[in-house]
């Protein structure tokens, strides 16, 4: 069946520091692929997603490639702010009539000022 | 638009009690998620819905779980006898078969305590 398999947290940067979150993905077919975000007391949001092999999807600095040939579709950011502290959570979905969502652990960003 | 509303945000009962958690999907959206958010368990599709009709209720831990959607625009989540262990936040969320790659949009959630 489809998983997601993301980074373990929690992961702690200063202000302006670089991000990576790691998210690996097993999939049938060819799968959509997303970033969460969750701030604190809140529901998740999309933050991007890529619907194809090499897309690029990006969104408030945050951006993620879509790499068929490894399965990945990592999380990056150049430069982290203290309001990104968050919980990330990588998904999947196997698309077609198929609307349902995997979703990774999630992976809880601190950032410090 | 107002987005996916559930209520109640906070629910406080005791051992034993009925509880029923609330969803209000976004108007046009035909597909239903619940899911319930733990620290031990991360977050888990309890059931969804397609048009009213339940898909795929595999995520539902027990028989005391149970959630109906009588019409297109509200859902209910019903847990009878609740236990301490379904504290948790429990989240709906709603996507439409015609947007985009299968987005979903998350309500609030509410945070259920059991006592």
């Known amino acids: 069946g489809d998983s997601v398999t993301q980074m373990e947290g929690p992961v702690t940067l200063s202000e302006e520091a670089f991000l990576t979150i790691n998210c690996t993905y097993t999939?049938?077919?060819?799968?959509?692929l997303f970033w969460y975000v969750q701030y604190p007391g809140e529901g998740l949001q999309l933050l991007l997603k890529a619907t194809k092999a090499d897309d690029k999807g990006s969104n408030k600095g945050f951006e993620a490639t879509y790499r068929k040939e490894t399965t990945s579709f990592h999380l990056e950011k150049g430069s982290v702010q203290v309001s990104d502290s968050a919980v990330y959570f990588c998904a999947l979905s196997s698309g077609g009539s198929n609307y349902k969502l995997t979703f990774g652990k999630g992976t809880l960003l601190t950032v410090n000022p | 638009d107002a987005g996916v509303i559930q209520s109640p945000r906070h629910e406080v009962t005791e051992m034993g009690q009925e509880v029923t958690l609330r969803c209000k999907p976004i108007s046009g959206h035909d597909y239903l998620f619940w899911y319930r958010q733990t620290m031990m368990r991360g977050l888990e599709l309890l059931i969804y819905f397609n048009n009213n009709v339940p898909i795929d209720d595999s995520g539902m831990p027990e028989d005391r779980f149970s959630a109906k959607m009588p019409n297109a625009s509200f859902s209910t989540l019903k847990i009878q006898p609740s236990e301490p262990r379904d504290s948790a936040v429990y989240f709906c969320?709603?996507?439409?078969?015609?947007?985009?790659?299968?987005?979903?949009?998350f309500g609030p959630g509410t945070r259920l305590t059991v006592l």
């Open positions: 969320a709603s996507s439409d078969t015609g947007g985009s790659y299968n987005e979903q949009f």
């Open positions: 999939a049938t077919g060819y799968p959509s």
